[in-house]
């Protein structure tokens, strides 16, 4: 009779197992499919990588989940411009210190300080205007302003920078000379970084690891001002936010930033060197951008299993 009663017992503790796992199939439904969005745009890059008449790396990272896209992240390119990065991160970094450059602090423009490629300081009075860093800043990044950048160097220290870098574990990007020193260039001191580096320089900097809020903020803002030759920028809608700095030099081509696309900000470096065409490099950067903020546009805007309701859609549910 015992062996019985706990044969009857055993099959409805099935039964009510089998219910149970019926009435909640949720639980065991994952959903893979923005997967295969990131598989479709790692081809892509791939793709974009295979035909390219020269050396490209990229690093993409989701600033929502951490998730990665790698194409030769750990190659080591020359930056031209876009260390100009790391020289605003230090520039930010001091000014909320004691005793440190701050954005307000005056300089009065020298002569000595011109060099070629400077938009706006070759314009200004030798002498006579004075600006502010905060100035200096905006012309090394909306203009890409060398003369302003040299000038930022001097006031922050080359090795001040290179240390903020050090801090972050960043061993492979390097600020090791002036912009438009040529002699320098010719004795190999090139300033460097690697697609991961420049990544975890930007990703560190928004996750609040270098600046406090407020002058987060603010870099991101001084970072975002409008470029009138940005490949990166230019490869995204006029309503989007990025902020970024590319770089140029012969047989290089550059850009590195976030794209703020709205609950799916994203890290984009993307560096080419070896260039047979540097206009090839700029197409290469161009695409693999477009198609990046295409995918992280649409994981935005969708719901779990990619359902996108927009605020003016009244159609009627079916």
């Not at 030798?126 to 909306?142: E, F, H, K, Q, S």
């Not at 970084?193 to 803002?221: C, H, W």
């Not at 984009?268 to 047979?276: K, Q, S």
Request: hydrophobic share 40%; proline share 4%.
């Amino acid at each position: 009779m015992k062996l019985i009663v706990n044969a009857i017992l055993s099959v409805l503790f099935l039964s009510l197992a089998a219910v149970a796992q019926i009435a909640t199939p949720s639980q065991s439904i994952t959903n893979d499919k923005p997967l295969v969005l990131w598989q479709k745009l790692e081809a892509f890059v791939h793709e974009v990588d295979q035909n390219l008449d020269g050396v490209l790396g990229v690093a993409i990272l989701d600033l929502t989940d951490g998730h990665t896209l790698f194409v030769h992240p750990d190659e080591v390119f020359p930056q031209a411009s876009s260390i100009k990065i790391a020289v605003l991160a230090e520039l930010y970094r001091q000014s909320q210190q004691e005793g440190k450059a701050k954005l307000n602090d005056l300089y009065t423009v020298q002569a000595s300080d011109l060099v070629p490629d400077s938009f706006i300081m070759n314009g200004l009075t030798p002498g006579v205007t004075r600006i502010t860093n905060r100035d200096l800043a905006t012309m090394m990044i909306a203009v890409s302003d060398n003369s302003a950048a040299n000038v930022l160097i001097d006031r922050v220290g080359m090795n001040n920078v290179n240390a903020l870098l050090d801090s972050l574990g960043l061993t492979h990007t390097r600020l090791q000379r002036k912009m438009m020193d040529l002699k320098a260039a010719r004795e190999g001191r090139e300033n460097l970084s690697t697609p991961r580096e420049m990544m975890t320089l930007l990703a560190d900097i928004y996750g609040g690891k270098v600046l406090n809020q407020k002058i987060t903020e603010d870099f991101f803002r001084m970072l975002g001002t409008p470029k009138r030759d940005s490949f990166l920028r230019n490869a995204l809608p006029d309503e989007v936010r990025s902020a970024n700095k590319s770089g140029e030099l012969e047989g290089v081509r550059n850009d590195s930033g976030i794209v703020f696309v709205p609950d799916r900000p994203f890290v984009i470096c993307i560096m080419t060197t070896y260039l047979r065409q540097e206009k090839d490099g700029e197409a290469a950067i161009s695409k693999i951008t477009t198609a990046a903020y295409g995918m992280f546009d649409r994981l935005g805007r969708a719901a779990g299993y990619g359902r996108v309701i927009s605020p003016a859609n009244s159609s009627p549910v079916k």
